[in-house]
């Protein structure tokens, strides 16, 4: 398991930080994931010794493409062991299973064999679903990351014909890590089991609710899930209940074209009512606080189930049901509805009559879903994102925005006759550009945007139709949004968290800052983010430092640097093209000014020296140990930059330091 690349870096920041207040009080929030039971250090060190015995063998018998079916077994175990992640007197033995599971994978890698059948499918057993597990490199961080899978009964490994995929997200359970899911998920086919459809489980990372890095996992495991069986992409539903509902609801609002149908239950739909803030939460409930709360709260894209077919669940007596509730009300405001199913009598649980009912209704619209992403197929979209993180819906692409974190609209009809040209009636609201990608070759395409006729023409070499357009002033025209300024663009738009939902290196600094103060706040915080990726993303840590980072580090990966302009040299190399001027006396930054011996600049721009890629300084993920009580509030809580007060008497459980200023940069990153 790859902790770091410079792991001696690791283990001396982690001796040298003396953070984590109120360390002999009793803690204010939850431990994530929480500390395990005591086991027996004999046991825990035939583990380990079994650990690193297997992964020699996986390294010299197992081919490269399915090392992950096999490492995610053992990493599974060597986390629990390093981290304390037993909770029951039987998990040791449970991991023993799992350890025997990766011998008999490298043995059977080593006769040739691959896919399902390694992973444990039998063509024998196909007259009843089969639950097995298996893992993917994620591209973050190279971690070996879980997930589930359940064979439908009757599946034919030879048969060319594409398979339904229904995603199933999990509910929380803070020891659910990844010994206890796996184990699961190689034992119990899950909630559903669809005729002929597989039943996709990811780990998303714990108890995230699948947003952040677990948002990714979870398109992660759809791909891999791709490499092992043929999934028909017409027919791939977003399911789930619980935490798991919310990840559900949050994913299907966000990428609603994704999915020929979305089918939560439970969870939540935001952070102030869950959690029964109203207007007052812990932290002051300012314009930029409220901005960052419409990433991931639902209501404000809930007009986006429009363009798939929705199905929820609710107990009847369930307090979550608030969350459908909530979601169906603002679905008719805005003049449409979809089937809400309600347990009579149920609680937090699914009752089968239910299930029936739900598992008809998908059964039926998977049937009709054959071509249903086939652009000619989609006549009309109705689109509304408030970043550039969720551009996309079928053939559209929004590439720019008049002001992000306000609600922007796309609308637009599509009529094609027979043996006439395609004609698209397109209106916009907060839109500044947008690309077209269709199959249709040497179609003639004409456009009414705004009540503006613009020809559309083929713009890419590539196969289909491609072709962009650009609000100039008040007129739109064919062409290109990039003129070579520097601009927000879908994956490059903030805020800090963003960068830490693609690959990334910590860079820690190779000489100390200007003030002591500042030193040693740098220190900590540095030490804080890699332990808090490890604990609460499930993530291996890599980890650079300063003076190593080569030109190809940059280009592949955003940096999270830590350090001012005098400690860590790749941000003395790119100050010159930062929003920040960081001298010994002053920190000035969007119109604050600070001393620079008491105070620290937070933020995210595009890299000066790899503009493809984010430079964060001093900034790991932004929601802290104030978050772990309930994954609702696990939400972005720094904007693009903020200038932070080293404060010694600061409560660090919210904020990393005492905020002083922050804010947004505009759409041209001013």
């Known amino acids: 398991m790859k902790h770091s690349l410079v792991p001696s870096i690791l283990c001396a920041l982690l001796v040298l930080s003396g953070w ?42 197992v081919p490269a493409d399915q090392r992950p079916h096999v490492e995610v077994l053992t990493r599974a175990v060597e986390l629990a062991v390093e981290q304390n992640l037993f909770y029951k007197p039987d998990d040791p033995e449970k991991a023993s299973r799992l350890l025997d599971e990766a011998r008999r994978r490298i043995v059977a890698a080593g006769s040739g064999v691959t896919g399902l059948r390694l992973m444990g499918f039998d063509a024998s057993r196909s007259d009843e679903p089969q639950s097995i597990v298996g893992g993917f490199h994620s591209d973050i961080d190279d971690s070996v990351q879980p ?26 359970g803070d020891t659910k890590t990844e010994v206890p899911f796996l184990i699961e998920r190689m034992t119990k086919p899950g909630e559903y089991t669809p005729e002929n459809a597989f039943v996709l489980h990811p780990f998303g990372r714990h108890c995230n609710a699948f947003k952040f890095a677990g ?47 979305v089918n939560p239950g439970a969870g939540f739909v935001d952070s102030l009512v869950y959690q029964g803030w109203g207007d007052d939460p812990p932290f002051p409930l300012d314009d930029v606080q409220r901005k960052l709360l419409h990433w991931y709260d639902v209501l404000p894209w809930a007009g986006n189930l429009r363009n798939t077919n929705v199905i929820a669940y609710s107990g009847e007596v369930d307090k979550q049901k608030q969350a459908a509730d909530r979601v169906a009300a ?10 809400y199913v309600i347990g009579e009598g149920m609680g937090h649980k699914i009752d089968p009559p239910s299930k029936q009912i739900i598992d008809a209704q998908l059964a039926k619209w998977a049937d009709e879903a054959t071509g249903l992403k086939n652009p000619a197929t989609r006549m009309s979209l109705d689109f509304t994102t408030s970043t550039l993180r969720y551009p996309s819906l079928d053939w559209l692409t929004v590439t720019g ?51 503006q006729p613009v020809t559309l023409a083929d713009q890419d070499p590539r196969v289909g139709f491609q072709a962009s357009v650009v609000r100039r002033g008040d007129r739109w025209r064919a062409g290109q949004p990039d003129d070579g300024s520097l601009r927000k663009r879908p994956g490059l738009q903030g805020p800090i968290d963003d960068a830490l939902t693609d690959r990334f290196l910590f860079v820690v600094p190779s000489r ?22 490890s604990d609460i993303m499930r993530g291996d840590v890599r980890v650079v ?95 693009d930059w903020a200038i932070g007060a080293v404060n010694d008497a600061a409560d660090r459980s919210i904020f990393p330091a005492e905020i002083v200023a922050k804010g947004f940069f505009d759409e041209s990153w001013q």
């Open 512 to 533: 100390p800052a200007r003030h002591g103060r500042v030193e040693r706040w740098i220190r900590q915080e540095s030490a804080y983010a890699q332990k808090r990726w």
């Open 215 to 261: 948002e990714t996992d979870v398109y992660e495991a759809i791909d891999a899930t791709r490499s092992l069986v043929r999934v028909d992409d017409d027919r791939i539903a977003i399911r789930g209940f619980s935490m798991g509902g919310a990840g559900c609801w949050h994913l299907g609002v966000h990428d609603p074209g994704n999915w020929f149908a």
């Open 147 to 172: 997930f589930g899978l359940v064979v439908p009964a009757g599946f034919d490994p030879s048969s060319r014909r594409r398979s339904r995929l229904d995603v199933w997200l999990h509910g929380r």
């Open 330 to 339: 603002a679905c008719k405001e805005l003049n449409f509805d979809w089937p």
């Open 401 to 451: 925005l008049r002001q992000h974190w306000e609600p922007s609209r796309l609308r637009s009809r599509r009529s094609v006759a027979a043996g006439e040209s395609a004609t698209f009636q397109i209106t916009t609201d907060g839109i500044t550009s947008f690309a077209i990608d269709l199959p249709d070759r040497d179609v003639d395409l004409a456009a009414e945007i705004d009540g």
């Open 20 to 61: 984590y207040p109120a360390a002999a009080q009793e803690p204010r929030f939850k431990q994530l994931p929480p500390a395990g039971i005591g086991v027996d250090e004999e046991v825990k060190s035939q583990l380990t010794g079994r650990v690193a015995r297997l992964r020699r063998r996986i390294e010299s018998e």
């Open 545 to 639: 430092r300063d003076t190593e980072v080569t030109p190809q580090m940059m280009k592949d990966n955003h940096l999270i640097c830590f350090g001012d302009f005098t400690s860590n040299d790749v941000l003395r190399r790119a100050a010159a093209g930062l929003p920040v001027t960081w001298t010994r006396d002053q920190i000035s930054m969007q119109g604050n000014q600070v001393d620079a011996a008491n105070h620290v600049a937070i933020f995210c721009y595009p890299n000066p020296l790899s503009p493809n890629r984010y430079l964060v300084a001093n900034s790991g993920l932004t929601f802290r140990e104030f978050s772990n009580n309930s994954n609702s509030r696990q939400i972005a809580m720094l904007p």
